[in-house]
């Protein structure tokens, strides 16, 4: 389903034009959760997604006489923020700091992840986050736009700024390296084991 | 097209697959239903990649950080009120801290006391604000379209079209957050364990202790409904006089669980919503509810964990009981019926509570 703004977005864009302070703060609550989700995923340098976001929604309020309602606000959010983390993060030349902080991730859940995480994670759970954890980044990238946050491939493609192919490609191969590894793994994994045999 | 040699990787990347997992597109879902009834022999491969779309989903869920995203805010604010006091346009500063997680609250009534005061019995709210009446804002919506209202304390309403919202011009200052409505609204209200958030409607109030709720209260109605998703929720009838908060008497409601009040009779009847949901999707699997020859105490034990509801029944009685039974994404109810009927049992609702009714198994 193409992601297209609702009347209801149009209104709130409408009044975010015309300065209307409740209007920002409307967007901005409607949109924050799914960009934490979304830049916690490509970078695991929390303050950088951080600033990122309100740097986003900064310069949002700050040009909005003469930012034109973009057709899908959402889809036009993520793009910015990536945008914003990847330059910031050129900025301060950490470029590896982002596998190494993946790489910790996935020996260490972090204390923040498991106090906001669900509660009763199912050690099942983790192994599947594990093995999408070693996946390279883009391939990670596109499995959370697509799965989690339900963007179409064009729309992931748009936001990754890769061509349509591209983006169809890093999800087939994820989900491709992703079942040779249940599979391998299926002893060690009962949780797989229980779904690739039903 | 033909996905009998597609592989799980062909299907859980195909879009309309997806489409049709999710539910999110009735054209997919009605072609992949057809197309499965009519290539059964793809079901395993097709079970297979559902499960891998379902899964992916849920491993790339963190959970909400609310504190996070409230602190992100107050920094914007704060950029933002210091970039227009730099260019000479100052605003109207919000002192506004927002605390940590917001709650959810869905809220519906329909009750024209509010603004055109009733002529019989329980007067004491619209007396009470009509005095005051310039004390109060008034949103009122003559659209069809939800308008979206940010309250001072952070709330956000979402006022359903023909919907009038209406509360104290400084309802922040006071020792509850209390509003009142006319029509139907979606709330998110800010936490603040020192200041509850109160929805007035007819001869009932609602306090908000938890997350989501609704409130059925038409205007000429004999009963009023407030029911439950998730967290929980007070709900008291309004005694004499007071705008206060009634000291006792609440009712206090969980998940999938509702209340009656029958105006009349000024009584109230719990019991469990329509058509109960799961509690928490999550930690529910794909064949959590098959069950071959499962003792009948421990298909119970599943079930009220998966809805948060209680079920009576003799253990010793029906200690012969097994259930054999694939059951899935059956509604809470076809799951009862479907259990009672293999093990020749009956069962009913009182009180919230599900009553199973067996004389046993041979």
Not at chain 1, 104 to 129: C, D, W, Y
Not at chain 2, 74 to 95: N, P, W, Y
Not at chain 2, 146 to 175: A, C, E, N, W
Not at chain 2, 181 to 194: I, N, Q, R, T
Request: with cysteine; net charge neutral.
């Amino acid at each position: 389903m193409p992601d297209i703004n609702t009347p209801l977005d149009e209104n709130i864009w409408r009044s975010f034009k015309d300065g209307d302070k409740a209007a920002f703060a409307a967007l901005y609550r409607f949109y924050a959760g799914a960009l934490l989700n979304y830049g916690n995923r490509i970078s695991s340098d929390q303050t950088l997604v951080e600033d990122s976001i309100q740097d986003l929604f900064f310069e949002l309020w700050k040009n909005r006489q003469r930012t034109t309602e973009p057709n899908s606000i959402r889809l036009y959010l993520f793009k910015a923020l990536r945008y914003k983390i990847y330059r910031n993060r050129k900025v301060n030349d950490f470029t590896n700091a982002l596998d190494i902080g993946l790489i910790q991730e996935l020996t260490f859940p972090s204390h923040e992840s498991k106090l906001i995480g669900i509660e009763v994670e199912s050690a099942q759970m983790e192994n599947l986050r594990m093995l999408v954890r070693q996946l390279p980044r883009r391939q990670q990238e596109a499995i959370n736009l697509r799965f989690y946050h339900g963007f179409s491939n064009d729309e992931i493609a748009a936001i990754m700024g890769v061509n349509y192919q591209s983006a169809c490609n890093f999800i087939f191969s994820a989900l491709r390296k992703l079942k040779l590894n249940l599979n391998v793994s299926v002893s060690s994994f009962a949780f797989f084991l229980k779904i690739f045999l039903t | 097209m033909d996905y009998r040699d597609l592989s799980i990787e062909n299907l859980a990347s195909n879009e309309s697959f997806i489409d049709w997992v999710n539910k999110s597109d009735p054209e997919a879902v009605r072609y992949w239903d057809l197309y499965l009834s009519s290539h059964p022999e793809i079901r395993p491969q097709v079970e297979k990649a559902r499960a891998l779309v379902l899964n992916l989903r849920s491993a790339e869920e963190f959970g909400q950080n609310n504190q996070q995203i409230d602190s992100i805010w107050t920094s914007i604010q704060s950029k933002v009120d210091t970039h227009e006091q730099a260019s000479g346009s100052s605003s109207r500063k919000s002192l506004l801290i927002l605390t940590s997680a917001a709650l959810l609250l869905l809220c519906a009534a329909s009750a024209v006391w509010l603004f055109y005061p009733p002529q019989s019995n329980d007067r004491h709210t619209s007396d009470y604000y009509q005095q005051k009446l310039s004390d109060f804002v008034e949103q009122v919506n003559e659209s069809t379209l939800p308008m979206k209202i940010q309250l001072d304390d952070g709330t956000i309403v979402m006022l359903d079209g023909k919907s009038r919202l209406k509360y104290k011009r400084t309802f922040t200052q006071d020792s509850s957050r209390q509003v009142y409505l006319l029509g139907k609204a979606y709330f998110e209200v800010m936490k603040d364990p020192y200041k509850p958030f109160i929805v007035h409607s007819n001869e009932i109030l609602v306090k908000v202790l938890g997350t989501s709720f609704r409130v059925e209260s038409p205007e000429h109605g004999e009963n009023i409904l407030v029911s439950v998703k998730t967290g929980r929720v007070s709900v008291f009838a309004v005694p004499g006089n007071s705008p206060n908060l009634p000291k006792r008497g609440g009712i206090v409601l969980s998940p999938n669980q509702q209340v009656t009040y029958a105006r009349k009779e000024r009584s109230f009847q719990k019991s469990l919503v329509e058509s109960p949901d799961l509690l928490t999707t999550k930690t529910i699997k794909p064949g959590d509810f098959v069950f071959d020859n499962a003792p009948i105490a421990e298909v119970f034990r599943k079930i009220e964990t998966a809805y948060g509801v209680e079920i009576i029944f003799n253990e010793d009685v029906m200690k012969n009981c097994y259930l054999t039974a694939p059951l899935g994404n059956e509604s809470l109810h076809d799951k009862l019926q479907i259990i009672c009927a293999t093990i020749g049992a009956g069962y009913e609702v009182i009180d919230a509570n599900i009553v199973i009714n067996s004389a046993g198994c041979p």
